[in-house]
T-cell receptor, first 116, second 107 residues
Framework: DTAVSQTPKYLVTQMGNDKSIKCEQNLGHDTMYWYKQDSKKFLKIMFSYNNKELIINETVPNRFSPKSPDKAHLNLHINSLELGDSAVYFC???????????????FGPGTRLLVL | GQNIDQPTEMTATEGAIVQINCTYQTSGFNGLFWYQQHAGEAPTFLSY????GLEEKGRFSSFLSRSKGYSYLLLKELQMKDSASYLC????????FGKGTMLLVSP
């Protein structure tokens, strides 16, 4: 069974369109994340939700809007897509850190977005 | 701002030992993580250090010196399947990643 799943795996679209990426985790984790990995493989956090509440919102254009209908789902909606939005978007989830502070994040398979 | 530096690429031979260094200058520190990412796949967790010293997990070990803002990942008995990108990340509190080190293991 897939722990963190994302759909779609590939997304090719035109500039100016609006698109959504969905993420689901069946690990029972409280915290979910969205990351963007650009063409140079630089992985950067975008958002973090804990129990459906936004806790981290990095400097991301407001064309990007995350939505968490429940703690197992975190979707990402992108309005007015731009060429620079082309990247791989990873969803991840984790439980709170253990006593030693260890907090493993489990990543989904990624969504490869190409904006033409 | 946050600054996490790693070498861009490294090459090594099957069976050898390789050390991947990571230096960081961050506004906070709440643990250092190493992730492995094969081409076209998701990152997977390798190791975690929050106290100074060496953590060993099978063929992989990770070292941390908080006073020096320095960590390394040591891979022993290299195998071809170890060819991947290795990402150093500091929890600041958000997980902040370096740009990754692409390791190529040759026969």
């Amino acid at each position: 069974d897939t722990a963190v799943s994302q759909t779609p795996k590939y997304l090719v679209t035109q500039m100016g369109n609006d698109k959504s990426i969905k993420c689901e985790q069946n690990l029972g984790h409280d915290t979910m994340y969205w990351y963007k990995q650009d063409s140079k493989k630089f992985l950067k956090i975008m958002f973090s939700y804990n129990n459906k509440e936004l806790i981290i919102n990095e400097t991301v254009p407001n064309r990007f809007s995350p939505k968490s209908p429940d703690k197992a789902h975190l979707n990402l909606h992108i309005n007015s897509l731009e060429l620079g939005d082309s990247a791989v978007y990873f969803c991840a989830s984790s439980q709170p850190p253990d006593l030693a502070g260890e907090e493993t994040q489990y990543f989904g398979p990624g969504t490869r977005l190409l904006v033409l | 701002g946050q600054n996490i530096d790693q070498p861009t690429e490294m090459t090594a031979t099957e069976g050898a030992i390789v050390q991947i260094n990571c230096t960081y200058q961050t506004s906070g520190f709440n643990g250092l993580f190493w992730y492995q990412q094969h081409a076209g796949e998701a990152p997977t967790f390798l190791s975690y250090n929050v106290l100074d010293g060496l953590e060993e997990k099978g063929r992989f070990s990770s070292f941390l010196s908080r006073s020096k803002g320095y960590s390394y990942l040591l891979l022993k008995e290299l195998q071809m399947k170890d060819s991947a990108s290795y990402l150093c990340a500091v929890r600041v509190p958000a997980l902040t990643f370096g740009k990754g080190t692409m390791l190529l293991v040759s026969p």
